[in-house]
């Protein structure tokens, strides 16, 4: 003998897929449905190995090397020398001034390394 479904309260006839939600399945699935996306996405994101280039210090130069690193002489450098540290300059490893315009839309107050040669 078929079972009847209309014979059990809380019950109602399956749908086109051969099954129904009812109002409290739906309360505790989509929270958790939800919760479990938007948990994945942080994670996914926490971990990503792909940072946003807003993390990013160095936006453009030397890109296809795994380090950048400049090495100079202190009896080539003159009187005194001027290097960037904002990673903005268009004449990088050399300051440019252009961490005016990056300090001025980040807030941050970042400046060149200058090195200077001591008179004896």
């Known amino acids: 003998m078929p079972l009847q479904l209309s014979a059990l309260p809380g019950l109602t006839r399956p749908g086109v897929c051969g099954f129904t939600v009812s109002r409290d ?16 996405y942080l994670l996914t994101r926490y971990f990503s190995s792909e940072s946003s280039s807003k993390g990013r210090v ?6 296809d090397s795994a380090k950048v690193v400049h090495s100079f002489d202190v009896e080539d450098l003159g009187k005194k020398a001027v290097y960037c540290r904002c990673w903005r300059s268009k004449k990088f490893p050399y300051c440019d001034g252009a961490h005016t315009k990056h300090n001025e839309e980040t807030g941050d107050n ?5 090195i200077k040669r001591r008179d004896a």
């Open 58 to 63: 160095n936006l453009e130069h030397n890109k």
């Open 110 to 114: 970042v400046g060149p390394l200058i």
């Open 25 to 40: 399945h739906l309360t505790i699935v989509v929270p958790v449905a939800v919760a479990a996306a938007l948990g994945t």
